[in-house]
Nanobody, 118 residues
Framework: QVQLVESGGGLVQPGGSLRLSCTAS????????FSWYRQAPGKQRELVAA???????NYADFVKGRFTISRDNAKNTVYLQSNSLKPEDTAVYYC??????WGDGPYWGQGTQVTVSS
């Protein structure tokens, strides 16, 4: 069983930045593809970004150039640096593990709320 714990969400003004973190409780962290998904009220969960063990990435078009996904295998942690945030980025952001660059895996975190508002 893989446990994922997200942190770093909060309230930020439009144009601001946040860095989300996801720490995994697994000794085989380095083998997994990790992803960030988000779900806004009344909308389906959607892929934001994903990263392989080798560092290959995939980004949704709506975050390209603004968000960066990265990982630190020594710390079992995946990050999502979110810049130039917009009100439409408001959502619960979830960490996911065990999938592919384009689809989710079986392991989910509890989610962290990101609210972009003035």
């Amino acid at each position: 069983q893989v446990q994922l714990v997200e942190s770093g969400g909060g309230l930020v003004q439009p144009g601001g930045s946040l860095r989300l973190s996801c720490t995994a409780s697994t000794i085989i962290f380095s083998f997994y593809v990790f992803s960030w998904y988000r779900q806004a009220p009344g909308k389906q969960r959607e892929l934001v970004a994903a990263i392989t063990s080798g560092g290959s990435t995939n980004y949704a078009d709506f975050v390209k150039g603004r968000f960066t996904i990265s990982r630190d295998n020594a710390k079992n942690t995946v990050y999502l640096q979110s810049n130039s945030l917009k009100p439409e980025d408001t959502a619960v952001y979830y960490c996911n593990a065990g999938g592919t660059l384009w689809g989710d895996g079986p392991y989910w975190g509890q989610g962290t709320q990101v609210t972009v508002s003035s």
